[in-house]
């Protein structure tokens, strides 16, 4: 009797590295992870330390040997490599080892590829495989179809496969108008936010830290939650209002990763550039990973790569119910840091207090006798700021609230 289930595909890993063996181990433990997470089974894995990558095979001579060897034995269908390889790379590795040859940028492009789901997903993440594939044609040739979408048949995958230099060329140009179109539609968005003098907080961290989690238990977004790299691939705002009436947007955006494929970083550039747009930074750690420090160090070198930084930051601790030992968590980048179990809402309360300190302090202590005259102006300190007092005396209406400069001016008088 034939089965309809798919094979999974078993795969073997492979690292060169030039720095520490115990970075290369952890780097390597995570790309297991991606492999999983796209639908493979790890059967094996093969590092090698050098001084720098064989330009031709990215491992040397005698560790091909060795792969074959443990390809042989394990019956694997291919490899994965833990860095973005040069086309010769791919073509002299498959032409060695007779296996398909997957990088670490094909394997992540391959899960966004599965997780996209608005239109401005599918666009992103098409644009990136475009050129990928554009800069890998070379290494591919005449095989490309072994290349197959990655593991398993996501994306663009053999429908895609098969076009030329010129035609993927004429595609990224579609797909680059495309989102320029969806560019202008986020900025018109965000010159409306700044009219309404509401402050967005965009919520950043490594991939499965919580973000949306943290989004879902504040603001009851319903956005997709799973113990993977990668759950949630596109982006989601929601309102938050605070208990003294102010309102704070909070936006999640896509993990960070070791290695992000500059393809995505490239495609993404729009959504990702809701953290430099952002008012504030709410970055997410996951303290029960032992890779935390360098987690944190990938989510800092992104946000200046991004020219996100300069803004104020919140550090959440997430899962402390999972830590154990006394270690101190400290992020020194951070104006306000908070220890959490967000899952079990623990510090949810805190982080809410910290918003409203940070909101707080982005205003103007005004207190103004209004004549009666004048009362519609105290209509914009209440959409727009924080009332603390509101009295009827003979002079008129007392005010006493915490309003945004642009509004301070206008019912104020110059600051």
Not at 286 to 304: F, G, Q, R, W
Not at 317 to 341: C, P, Q, W, Y
Request: glycine residues 8%.
């Amino acid at each position: 009797m034939l089965s309809n289930e798919k094979t999974q595909e078993k795969v073997i890993l492979v690292a060169a590295y030039t720095g520490e063996p115990e970075e290369a181990e952890a780097s390597l433990d995570e790309l297991a992870e991606l492999a999983e997470t796209a639908g493979a089974e790890c059967v094996g894995r093969i590092t090698q330390a050098r001084e720098s990558f064989h330009p031709g095979t990215y491992i040397g001579k005698g560790k091909i040997e060795e792969l074959k060897i443990l390809i042989w034995e394990t019956g694997a269908d291919g490899i994965i490599c833990d860095d973005e390889l040069s086309p010769a790379q791919i073509r002299n590795l498959r032409d060695e080892t007779e296996v398909k040859v997957m990088d670490r940028t094909l394997v992540i492009l391959d899960i966004f590829a599965g997780r996209a789901s608005s239109a401005e997903g599918k666009v992103q993440v098409e644009l990136a495989q475009q050129r990928y594939m554009l800069s890998h044609l070379a290494g591919f040739g005449t095989s490309l179809s072994r290349l197959g979408g990655g593991i398993g048949t996501r994306g663009p995958g053999e429908k895609k496969i098969e076009m030329d230099r010129r035609y993927i060329r004429e595609r990224i140009s579609q797909l680059k108008k495309e989102l320029a179109d969806i560019a202008r539609h986020r900025e018109v968005t965000r010159v409306a936010r700044v009219k309404s003098h509401t402050k967005v907080a965009a919520i950043v961290g490594y991939t499965n830290a919580g973000k949306s989690t943290l989004l879902n238990t504040v603001t009851g977004a319903g956005v997709l939650e799973e113990d993977k790299l990668f759950a949630t691939l596109d982006p989601t705002t929601r309102s938050l209002v605070l208990e003294s009436g102010q309102e704070i947007l909070l936006t999640d955006t896509v993990g960070f990763i070791r290695k992000l494929p500059h393809h995505l970083i490239e495609a993404f550039k729009s959504t990702l550039e809701e953290a430099k747009y952002a008012d504030y930074i709410i970055h997410v750690v996951d303290a029960s990973n032992p890779a935390m420090d360098e987690h944190i160090k990938v989510v800092y070198d992104t946000l200046n790569k991004l020219g996100a930084g300069g803004k104020k930051i919140i550090t959440i601790f997430n899962k402390m119910d999972l830590v154990t030992g006394d270690e101190v968590f400290r992020d020194f980048e951070a104006d306000i840091t908070l220890h959490t179990s967000i899952r079990n809402g623990e510090g949810i309360d805190e982080l809410k207090s910290a918003l409203e300190d940070i909101l707080r302090a982005d205003k103007i202590l005004l207190e103004k006798v209004f004549a009666y005259d004048e009362a519609g102006q105290i209509q914009q300190i209440r959409k727009y700021g924080e009332l603390l007092e509101e009295e009827y005396v003979a002079e008129g209406i007392r005010v006493k609230a915490y309003v945004p400069e642009e509004i301070f001016r206008k019912v104020g008088g110059a600051r």
